[in-house]
T-cell receptor, first 113, second 115 residues
Framework: DAGVTQSPTHLIKTRGQQVTLRCSPK?????VSWYQQALGQGPQFIFQ???????QRGNFPDRFSGHQFPNYSSELNVNALLLGDSALYLC????????????FGQGTRLTVV | AQSVTQLDSQVPVFEEAPVELRCNYS??????LFWYVQYPNQGLQLLLK??????LVKGINGFEAEFNKSQTSFHLRKPSVHISDTAEYFC?????????????FGTGTRLLVSP
């Protein structure tokens, strides 16, 4: 089992550009969540996808959007990038059950210049 | 809404000494509690979790945590640390009253183990 895989591992973008990050969940998991971890901070919840729909959203602007595919993989899209969007973006997958353990990928390090 | 406070941003300790990393939370509903560890340039790995039952929870790598509902705390302990325990540790909570899991994290505690 490959666990949760994210791509790419590192990315450099220019302000105003758009970026797409990808996540493949752990085998058998049906729920994918995305988190933003700024330097020196704890991860912040962006949103969660289940059955190809966004179930809940954290306090992030509409520039952040996502998608979940029938095979449960997911994408995070960020439009009109700002310098403040520079962070480690973490994907977590889990079963759709209360208290289920979330398994995290190694993250995508996004740098906006 | 939930919030998590990790009272120490950094904890220096000598190898083989005991350590306690403190975590307090605030929530209007009951929560599940978690501790995650993050090694440099890596994602998060679950150390342990409290869902229900015994308030003393044992996790991987010799770590344990105790849930104290009256003090809304979930402190992490290890009786004897190793150099390899040097990492960032995050406490997190998730509300019980929803059909999905959203983790609310603290700002983290950096554990620095020296020889």
């Amino acid at each position: 089992d490959a666990g949760v895989t994210q791509s790419p591992t590192h990315l450099i973008k220019t302000r105003g550009q758009q970026v797409t990050l990808r996540c493949s969940p752990k085998s058998g998991h049906d729920t994918v969540s995305w988190y933003q971890q700024a330097l020196g901070q704890g991860p912040q919840f962006i949103f969660q996808y289940y059955e190809e729909e966004e179930r809940q959203r954290g306090n992030f602007p509409d520039r952040f959007s996502g998608h979940q595919f029938p095979n449960y993989s997911s994408e995070l899209n960020v439009n009109a990038l700002l310098l403040g969007d520079s962070a480690l973006y973490l994907c977590a997958s889990s079963f759709s059950a209360r208290g289920a353990e979330a398994f995290f990928g190694q993250g995508t390090r996004l740098t906006v210049v | 809404a939930q919030s998590v406070t990790q009272l120490d941003s950094q904890v220096p300790v000598f190898e083989e000494a005991p350590v306690e990393l403190r975590c307090n939370y605030s929530s209007s509903v009951s929560v599940y509690l978690f501790w995650y560890v993050q090694y440099p340039n890596q994602g998060l790995q679950l150390l342990l979790k409290y869902l229900s039952g015994s308030t003393l929870v044992k996790g991987i790598n010799g770590f344990e945590a105790e849930f104290n509902k009256s003090q809304t705390s979930f402190h992490l302990r290890k009786p004897s640390v190793h150099i390899s325990d040097t990492a960032e540790y995050f406490c997190a909570v998730s509300p019980m009253n929803t059909g999905f899991q959203k983790l609310v994290f603290g700002t983290g505690t950096r554990l620095l183990v020296s020889p």
